[in-house]
């Protein structure tokens, strides 16, 4: 069983910056995309971001592209988030989650639902102040 660990979440002021980290348990993490999800108090858990198996692809929600950048270094089984220009409606709890399909050949729109995922972490809180 595949066991996933985020960290880096925090406080920070809009404009600020963060980066989260998703630690997998496994060798075998480098054979399927990962992707970050969000969710806010009284809010469903909304995609972020997802990387490719190979690192080559990516997709962010429209709400983040151009602030958020997603990577990953399979030699430390990690796949990061990075945060940028943060804003308070950026606040939530982030999660990372491991595709149930190794090696995807794209990672368009099936990587945006909460079901294509088969593991995730525990979640990271990151807090916007205005």
């Known amino acids: 069983q595949v066991q996933l660990e985020e960290s880096g979440g925090g406080l920070v002021q809009a404009g600020g910056s963060l980066r989260l980290s998703c630690v997998a348990s496994?060798?075998?993490?480098?054979?399927?995309?990962m992707g970050w999800f969000r969710q806010a108090p009284g809010k469903e858990r909304e995609f972020v971001a997802a990387?490719?198996?190979?690192?080559?692809?990516?997709n962010y929600a429209d709400s983040v592209q151009g602030r958020f950048t997603i990577s990953r270094d399979s030699a430390k089984n990690t796949v990061y988030l990075q945060m940028n220009s943060l804003k308070p409606e950026d606040t939530a709890v982030y999660y990372c989650?491991?595709?149930?399909?190794?090696?995807?050949?794209?990672?368009?729109?099936?990587?945006?639902?909460?079901?294509?995922?088969?593991?995730w972490g525990q979640g990271t809180q990151v807090t916007v102040s205005s």
């Open positions: 989650g491991k595709d149930s399909v190794s090696r995807r050949f794209t990672i368009g729109q099936g990587l945006r639902v909460r079901t294509a995922y088969d593991y």
């Open positions: 990387i490719g198996w190979s690192g080559r692809s990516t």
């Open positions: 496994e060798q075998s993490f480098s054979n399927y995309a």
